[in-house]
């Protein structure tokens, strides 16, 4: 078959009315005939001529035209596509490397299997066009909502119809035990939009956090204003969730907002959510309050943050334990989940069998280090003192407050606590001497002895062993494992090192050996400071 002024406008015709079905740019189906009857004309000509098709537009007519680029004489390899320059003098003048020469060609008379082959071509261009068009349609939408049609599940995946394409809902991101009809309509969340050989793939969720956060924005005006923000979200999906959200108009109650008249725009999500129960509750920048909220409808008598570690400890009465933990965690897994906190829950009564305990193992410090009897050891601890360091180095006048000490009972109790440090320290200086630590680590300032015996416990026994050292080693930290926080101890942490503590040791041990020049510091400083005043100017 060959491409006569009879089928000439019927080319574009084609391209048309192919765009229009797929809709898609009309000029990429044409690009695609263009190559398809390049490749025809190749198995005519040969495969390794250059032979190349151009589709006029408006008239349709097909020009063959073949290639042939000039090469050095030591690079010439395709003698079909590639000429010399000795060569391209017989049809350029003054030729050079790089130059082309094109020449018209007569057009193929093309067979059976040459027209399939140009079908396949077509048909596979015009397939990567409509699915580069789908994927830069839904990239953008990530994020989002969308309403779908229901098309069969797939071994619990459910196939929806998003209008020019397919999603895929799959079995973990639907509400509970969920099911699907076809036809069925559905509202999700676009979570993810992925492009793939296969066509472009859109996953879409019904369990994500973001989906109800999404769906209060469209029942919520003033959230979607802006008004409003939702800070945070945690879902049990199908069972409970827990929204926290501000209003950043001193007028408005984000809460009564978000509940609506009689609970209307509340109610409307729920609904959404297969009766998922929602707890909307007040943002508070103050952690420990925030917390307080998070864990109603359970009373919190008292709340203790320990910001390194970003673990809390929450005191409710024995009666709202039950309460506060909610059925199989659910409550305070919501609370933590809200929070980004480490939450340990207990009553008033274990809580007071725990400062009963403490009590009793600082009374004993004090019984045995200071030879006191237990009333004077439990006086002590009642004002406040938890370590003989505290007896030893505080200002006096704090001892002489208390009821029944002078000056001179004042001053013995400090000299027993000292004589007691000093004989600890010297037997742990003792100590790290026989495990081989240097004389450079004990002579390094801000190292107790009971340090140095523990690093030389771990192995630390020199300036530069101490150099090397990360200041999560010394100072213990966090680290987070598919989702779980994970507790990393330091050689250091049980002496109160903090990480910005053990990070200022690090670094003087690497000033002291030279490694690192104080100047680059302040450089560093100085430019984090710019960047700082520039982001602030933003």
């Known amino acids: 078959m060959a491409i006569t002024s009879a089928n000439q406008l019927e080319l574009l015709q084609t391209a048309e009315a192919v765009a229009r079905e797929k809709m898609i740019d009309p000029g990429l189906v044409v690009e695609a005939m263009e190559e398809s009857l390049a490749r025809a004309a190749k198995s005519r000509y040969g495969s390794e001529m250059d032979i190349r098709v151009t589709i006029d537009r408006k008239t349709g007519k097909a020009t063959f ?28 003048e003054n030729p050079e490397i790089g130059q082309t020469f094109v020449e018209e060609v007569p057009p193929v008379d093309m067979g059976r299997i040459a027209a399939q082959s140009a079908k396949q071509v077509i048909l596979q261009k015009v397939r990567e066009a409509e699915r580069d068009r789908q994927y830069e349609e839904f990239k953008d939408r990530a994020g989002t909502i969308i309403n779908g049609q229901v098309k069969r599940e797939e071994y619990g995946n459910v196939i929806v119809d ?32 992925r492009r793939e050989a296969r066509g472009p793939q859109i996953f879409l969720s019904r369990t994500a956090p973001e989906f109800m956060a999404e769906l209060f924005k469209m029942e919520v005006p003033e959230i ?26 001193g007028s408005i109650d984000p809460v009564g907002a978000c509940v609506g008249m009689r609970g209307s725009r509340v109610q ?62 659910q409550n305070v897994r919501l609370a933590s989940q809200l929070t980004g906190l480490d939450i340990d829950i207990m009553t008033e009564e274990q809580e007071s069998a725990r400062r009963q305990a403490e009590f009793e193992e600082r009374t004993k410090l004090f019984i ?12 002590l601890v009642s004002e406040g003192f938890t370590s003989l360091e505290e007896v030893a180095y505080v200002d006096v006048d704090e001892l002489l407050v208390i009821e029944g000490v002078d000056s001179d009972t004042a001053s013995e109790l400090q000299a027993r606590a000292r004589d007691h440090l000093e004989a600890v320290n010297r037997k ?12 450079s680590l004990v002579s390094f300032e801000g190292l107790t002895p009971q340090m140095i015996e523990a690093l030389a416990e771990d192995g630390v026994k020199t300036l530069e062993d101490f150099a090397t050292c990360a200041d999560w080693e010394l100072a213990g930290g966090w680290t987070t494992e598919n989702g779980e926080r994970k507790k990393d101890d330091g050689v250091l942490e049980k002496f109160d090192v903090s990480l910005e503590e053990a990070q200022n040791m690090v670094m003087t041990a690497r000033i002291a050996l030279g490694w690192v020049d104080p100047a680059d510091l302040v450089s560093d400083d100085a430019e984090e400071e710019a960047g700082e005043e520039q982001e602030a100017e933003a």
């Not at 209008?163 to 036809?183: D, H, M």
């Not at 729920?270 to 864990?295: C, H, M, S, Y």
């Not at 045995?368 to 006086?379: C, P, Y």
């Open 162 to 193: 998003v209008g020019r394409g397919e999603a895929v809902l799959r079995r973990n991101e639907k509400i509970g035990r969920e099911s699907y009809r076809p036809n069925d309509r559905i509202r999700c969340y676009i979570k993810e939009v």
């Open 65 to 92: 035209t073949r290639v042939r680029t000039v090469v050095a004489d030591d690079e010439l390899e395709n003698y079909q596509a590639e000429f010399t320059v000795e060569q391209a003098k017989q049809y350029m």
């Open 428 to 439: 742990a200086l003792e100590h790290a001497r026989e495990l081989g630590v240097e004389d």
């Open 368 to 379: 045995d280090t200071l030879d006191l009897d237990e009333f004077f050891a439990q006086l």
């Open 224 to 249: 979607y204003d802006g008004i409003i923000e939702i800070k945070a979200v945690a879902r049990d999906p199908g069972s409970r969730a827990k929204i926290a959200v501000i209003s950043y108009d």
């Open 268 to 329: 409307a999500v729920v609904n959404e959510l297969q009766g998922e129960k929602i707890d909307i509750i007040p943002w508070n920048e103050d952690q420990p309050t925030f917390l307080v909220n998070a864990l109603q409808p359970a009373e919190v008598t008292k709340v203790v943050l320990d910001e390194e570690a970003e673990r809390i400890e929450v005191v409710v009465p024995d009666e709202q334990l039950s309460l506060a933990i909610g059925r199989r965690g």
